[in-house]
């Protein structure tokens, strides 16, 4: 059982190259979402998902793109990468909605330069 | 606006020492409010989840506090392990469950 896991662990882009970050999840979860943490702010929403082929917009959803073809998967894509998305990217994960608790990936490190 | 803020920013301590963390928030309507913590290079680990109507909660070495009507929470540690050394985040989740306002954590440092 290996929980959340995330790939890559780290990342290092030119601006305006795009690629996508793997999150898989083996719990059976319906609830999955990724968040972005940067130094001095708390983690930021910014796709989120309820269920296989729904999807919805957090706080910081520009820029980036998700789907939900399965209950497993969720990957996040940045479509043209920029500096400010310069980051620490976490998937997180819970069996129902947000209120139940929630697991967390171990994180990729994204450098856009 | 909904905000969590939560202080001291940074705290060091002296291993087998007490300390407590504070969270006051400003989030409507309240739902329930967790403490994470999170270790240098690792996702967030849920450490305790209260509702509304519950003002303690523990988990090991780790209680939490919570005081709805003045809208405060803290987390005390008690005999304070090097292991603990790490970022706590206060995290209050709205009435309708899909909107989480996180802090930016207190960075604790537990040394010799």
């Known amino acids: 059982n290996a929980g959340v896991t995330q790939t890559p662990k780290f990342q290092v882009l030119k601006t305006g190259q795009s690629m996508t970050l793997q999150c898989a999840q083996d719990m059976n979860h319906e609830y999955m979402s990724w968040y972005r943490q940067d130094p001095g702010m708390g983690l930021r929403l910014i796709h989120y998902s309820v269920g296989a082929g729904i999807t919805d917009q957090g706080e910081v959803p520009n820029g980036y793109n998700v789907s939900r073809s399965t209950t497993e998967d969720f990957p996040l894509r940045l479509l043209s990468a920029a500096p400010s998305q310069t980051s620490v990217y976490f998937c997180?994960?819970?069996?129902?909605?947000?209120?139940?608790?929630?697991?967390f990936g171990p994180g990729t490190r994204l450098t856009v330069l | 606006k909904n905000q969590v803020e939560q202080s001291p920013q940074s705290l060091i301590i002296l291993e087998g020492k007490n300390c407590t963390l504070q969270?006051?928030?400003?989030?409507?309507?309240?739902?329930?409010l967790r403490w994470y913590k999170q270790d240098t290079g690792r996702g967030p680990v849920s450490l305790t989840i209260?509702?509304?109507?519950?003002n303690t909660k523990s988990n090991g070495r780790y209680t939490a506090t919570l005081d709805a009507d003045t809208k405060q929470s803290s987390l005390h540690i008690t005999a304070s392990q090097l292991s603990d050394s790490a970022s706590y985040i206060c995290v209050v989740i709205t009435g309708g469950g899909n909107k989480l306002t996180f802090g930016t954590g207190t960075q604790l440092k537990v040394e010799l």
């Open positions: 997180a994960t819970s069996s129902a909605t947000s209120t139940d608790t929630q697991y």
């Open positions: 969270c006051n928030y400003t989030v409507s309507p309240f739902s329930n």
């Open positions: 209260m509702t509304f109507s519950e």
